[in-house]
């Protein structure tokens, strides 16, 4: 009975922690991805970038992201230093340095992100005279170069800090640090981009009847300026956050479980990373393939190899195959939440096309319609993260659920590549449009940003359902930290701070909504006086002053964001001091269950009234100028801060709430009035 | 040591019970409370009707209404009889007994409104005739009839029942008849309502131009129809079954809690009836008062009684103090909440204000900014829910929190008092205008109308907040049947159980939204019509055919109602036949959740948009017909489904799935898959 089989496979597992074997691999992991993400980087630098009319375009946009970006950090720096200063003393030095690394990190993503989608753009519209097979790899491989780059930096940076400091809830300032600028980012970037979008719509394409990117138009280059600053670097901010959130709530989970257990989600996610790489080069356009098949194919081999990697690194490490499972759940139930997403908000399905037929007796019928569907997309992603849940708890405990949200954003290198590849070809299309490159090269932009469409609707909802699970592992993680085994919702405390947190989500998505309106309503008004005052303008004779418009979306945005942003922080201060720690944990879980309605409904009603409103534009029920069009464009005006501002920043929000929680639950503990 | 100084209070205790003392007091009150409503129903009934144009058009609502109940009825009695087959058999045939009163007493305390609601309508708008002094009176004693009738029906039933079955879970079957009559009525009349009111709105003002209430519009019966099948009935049913939900929650938490507890909630209920009772007769129109503050002082004279009240009961039953408290602090967040929710409605506050202002820039703006505003005032009553459930369980424990529910509800009476008065007087105005009456009289109709309005902003939110608390009682009674004593979200399968039941409000409302949708869409084109074929239509000289589009209304309601009603009682079965007790636990209080969200969010952001248009009708930011008008007009029949259908089923929606739980739960606890 002295005969151990495990003998080997037990020297193996600790030869591989003495010597930091598998921290080191996932650190060399996170580097490789950021390599190629630069190999990417050079190869859509050494594209030309076209005429000088592009160019002069392209440097306008350029300019007002620059100055976005710059201002929006400005004030970011005052946030992170306070938030420094007081983890320092209330926390521990070594959580104040990971939080400035993990915001250093993730504000490198979000610009570096911009900044190669600013080099994208204007080379994909140029490659396009050339032809789609031409165009579509640099639209792809600048967006690769933020997805590569940000699971890069966040699995390289996760495993320097926690080699360092080998507490994973050291490690979660890194993650608080990813958020907090993850949610200025996406907030601000939301706000700046539908203010520009709808003052450029409302006035231009509604009252004036110019079309859509029109150099005439005051708000044009604001508005591409957005895209810039809202979808790309915004979305990579957002992504970035809920990654490291995943992984590091596992890290804390699998610390008290079992042994390796703080090292397995780095691991796992390393793999990710590989078979993301691998994903990127398989995307490629045949000549009479479709773009949007092609982004598919990356994803599905990244998907499949992503499984491969986790069976092999199980049956490696010996570990129990429920992990497996635990991790494949999460993965399955990501791409349906995927798919079922899709269908709500797609352009040849019952809701969008109800939603288009309806607009003929409307507005408020449009808007009635898409309300209610977006309301129904609700239910299939949530029955899927709620199977998630209970299969891999059953099969791997409180871990497994962390790790089925390690399994669902395993893939996020492929998902951002393509995601991000979305508003590079839709700058690309304005940029095209903005120099008259001709009809042949617009519609090869067309059929570009349509793939980028297709892909973004997907995304989304993936990212949603990633968000939603790594905030119930925060929340299990939160509750291994106070050290509190239920959250009861039948303890007062517990449903009075359920309470409260359901009502923070829909209040967060109105201020921010809020800042658009007003933001929205200084624009129009600009443009409007622009429209008027400046002679020749309407007839092109006259450039717009572009500058003013792209000044009064950034000042606005930035003063928008400030309130929803401390409110994230302070909202669970306050309920831990006041209610305790079991009452936090209501909080977080009603505002985690309502923040996923929220964020769902406003996702998908936002994409619905977009498709319907582009039904009708290709033609049906009356098409372009009719009175249904105009109804539908106001349904599309409505669903835009859903679906670009509020929407996306509610991930964001709850995983800020969750880590502020977690992080200051020692004090919480210690102080709260309610013990 | 043998003397005991409660000897006394024990024998008085055990007399007032072995001769059911206590029972025949509630029951006798509810048997006051219907005379009085008998009374003032005489009262009503012996005023003149009119001139012999506005008798035809009394006639024509009349005869709408009453052919649209026996259709409601008809596919109810389907509905009931399936119900009580199943109850027989499944839960037993005293259950089945006790549901077929409730059903009986909701339907007729439906009808019953309906019925005084016709006959007040008219005689109001002739009475207005000879002032307003006059008038007040029919309609504050119209609603009154409404209001004392049901809480009179609902104390006498439920004391009845329990006389016969003194056992609470059988008595559980009453509310349950109560509350799936009240579903129908809410949801089917919700849904006939706005049918009418939005056909009646976009063609007749939108579109022709003509005046709101205009008797050339096809529509106008229907949409008076609407507001007494909707508002009056639907309401009534809607309250009736809140209010008796929360008597049974307490009568089983309080059997199991302490002795008399399953009679005290009867008792204490009895004393809001005496209270509300008194109170009617304080309301009274001085000559120079205003009628919305005659309403008001009835409403705290009433909640003044009732604290009086209780404080004697508590006092002479030798009962606990902290009851007491906990019964006031549900009183005193009552009326906290229907403040706040009267601020972000009221036509001269910031968010309403704000709202009109910006219809300036469209539609787009306006139905994001009431959006955002109905989001923010989430918040305020979820906070004095939360509060009033700590401190009433900090005094008393979950009996408490129960207690808290019936403080809370005590007041029903005077409330629906009030509330039904305004649909009263909102038909006079609409027969005095169709009728003619001329300018004075509809000044004074004008005003009746107003006083309603206030009354109706605050006792709508003041209703969603009785609901919430009420179906907390209920879930806490469901979690006492059961005999689990935690739902902890941290279980798998209860968190599982509440991300399915956090979407199934906005599931339900966009299916009674989808219903108003495809139903005004029907009635758009029938009014279009008409006014395109029959000729001379427009210039008056011509009657429409009123009752096409009131046949329309009917057909469609009762359609697209059966679908939600149908998930309604099958959802919860299936997740706790499937997922089990606990998920079915985590079920509830998710919907309880999201539920209380959706109805609060929808009651004011659709108040709002209706009060903004108001305001710009009053001559602001261009007045009637200008842009800034039509976008508001938009707003606001975005906003009718959301208040006026979709938000008040929700209060009905979550205590029915709450009782299909509790009812079912000795069957699910046996035979569910997962146990």
Known sequence: MDLDPFVGIRIFHEYLIANNILLLISFITGLISIIVAVYFYIYVSKQKVGTSKMKEISDAIKEGAIAFLKRQYTTLIVFVIILTVILYFFIGPETSIAYVIGSLCSAFAGFLGMDIALKANVRTANAARRGLKRAFPIGFYGGAVTGLAIVGLAVAGLSAVYYFFPDPEIVLGFSFGASLVALFAKAG???????????????????????????????????????????????????????????VAAMIIGAVTMELGALLPLVFSAAGIIASVIGTFFVKAKKKGSPGKALNNGTYITCFLFALFSFLIVYLLALDMG?????????VAGIVIGITSDYYTSIDRTPALRTAEVSKTGAAINILTGFSYGSISILPPLIGIGVATVISYHFAGIFGIAMSAIGMLSITGMIVSADAYGPIVDNAKGIAEQSRLGKKVIQIADKLDAAGNTAKAITKGFAIGAAGISVIALLVAYTEIVGIKTIDIMNPFVLAGALIGIAIPPLFSALTILGVGKNAFRMINEVRRQFK????????????????CVDIATKGALKELILPSVLAVIVPLIVGFVLGVEALGGFLAGSILSGLIFALFMANSGGLWDNAKKYIEEGNFGGKGSDAHKAAVIGDTVGDPFKDTAGPSLDTLLVVMSLVASLFAPLIVKYALIR
């Open 533 to 548: 005052e400046i002679p020749g303008l309407i007839k092109g004779k006259t450039k717009p002053d572009y500058a003013k």
């Open 323 to 331: 992990i497996f499972y635990a991790i494949i759940s999460g993965l």
């Open 189 to 247: 970037g939301g706000i700046y981009t539908k203010t520009a979008d709808i003052g450029a719509d409302l006035v231009g394409k509604v009252e004036m009847n110019i079309p859509e990117d029109d150099p005439r138009n005051p708000a044009v280059i604001a508005d591409n300026v957005g895209d810039n600053v809202g979808d790309v670097a915004g979305m990579g901010a957002d992504l970035f956050d809920s990654y490291v959130a995943s992984v």
